[in-house]
């Protein structure tokens, strides 16, 4: 390819990343982004998040068989610092530490009475644990989780209003082709509806807001250019999705590798998107809790 062709390409995915990053100023307004950092091999790969109601306390899960909990610094509505306790290894329903290839933990769900439910990859499946530092519990597995893609399936998991557990695949094994969306409720699963693909973007986190709307973190790689974010949310009802809205879309390299997300209602009564990313422990990359403010 001619040095001018490459030049064109570049400035035209320039123009749409910047155009991509005004449409969402509309919408969601940047708050800040906060690098957080701890010395230690288990530090890093963090893919699911969990953030209390009033965005003070936040639970992590890594996809090394991870989990941690901590606190936020908060001044003038930005994360300026970050406490957090030790990081725990997951355990296996055993109550030894999870092994690889099961330790692959992708999407982090809390219930209210503070029950933890985690889905991971590997092994397809989502156990449940009573706290942090408890055994795991199956949930039933059904024999669509076996036959998802390595690597690419339960990114994503959220609790709805009623009580439901809500999980999807990253890939849905083409570009043209809805995500499956699974339910568990009263003890087994279904698949009620599917999720629109737009675009080559990937769901890679997911929670239901206090609005009671399902968000859905996507995220997209261009190689050399880096990350772009995605989130929309949806209407959910019992056997469909309505109402997508994009509420955020960001330029390419604005953020690092965001895989987890938290909604919660501030002081002002409004939306916030709390996420945290993925360093996949490569040291060009950084772990950072970034947060928008929806703007309805």
């Not at 990253?170 to 409720?185: A, C, Q």
Request: aromatic share 10%; net charge negative; glycine share 10%.
């Amino acid at each position: 390819m001619r040095a001018s062709l490459v030049l064109a390409l570049i400035a035209a995915i320039a123009v749409s990343a910047e155009t991509a990053g005004a449409d969402s100023a509309a919408r969601a307004e940047y708050l800040g982004s906060y690098d957080w950092s701890l010395s230690g091999p288990k530090f890093g790969g963090f893919s699911g998040l969990e953030v209390s109601d009033d965005g003070l306390r936040f639970t992590a899960i890594s996809d090394r068989g991870a989990i941690v909990e901590g606190s936020f610094f908060r001044h003038d509505d930005k994360i300026v610092g970050v406490r957090a306790g030790p990081i725990h290894a997951l355990k296996n329903t055993e109550g030894r530490r999870v092994g690889s290839p099961e330790s692959d933990a992708e999407g982090l769900a809390i219930r209210a009475d503070g029950r933890i439910f985690i889905s991971f990859e590997g092994m397809h499946r989502v156990w449940t644990y009573r706290d942090s530092l408890s055994e795991a519990a199956w949930l039933p597995r059904p024999p669509a989780f076996a036959k998802m893609q390595m690597n690419s399936s339960l990114e994503a998991l959220a609790i709805g209003p009623d009580g439901a557990l809500y999980t999807l695949p990253e890939r849905s094994g083409r570009l043209t082709r809805p995500f499956p969306v699974y339910r568990y409720l009263g003890g087994a699963w279904t698949q009620p509806f599917t999720i629109p693909r737009r675009g080559e973007y990937l769901p890679v986190g997911a929670d239901f807001g206090p609005d009671g709307r399902l968000y859905l973190l996507e995220r997209g790689f261009s190689g050399i250019f880096g990350f772009q974010t995605r989130v929309r949310s949806f209407q959910v009802r019992a056997d469909r999705v309505s109402d997508e809205r994009v509420e955020l879309e960001t330029s390419l390299g604005t953020h690092d590798n965001l895989e987890g997300i938290a909604v919660w209602r501030d002081a002002r009564g409004d939306i916030r998107l709390t996420m945290v990313s993925d360093d996949n422990f490569r040291a060009f990359q950084t772990t950072e809790f970034v947060e928008y403010r929806l703007n309805r």
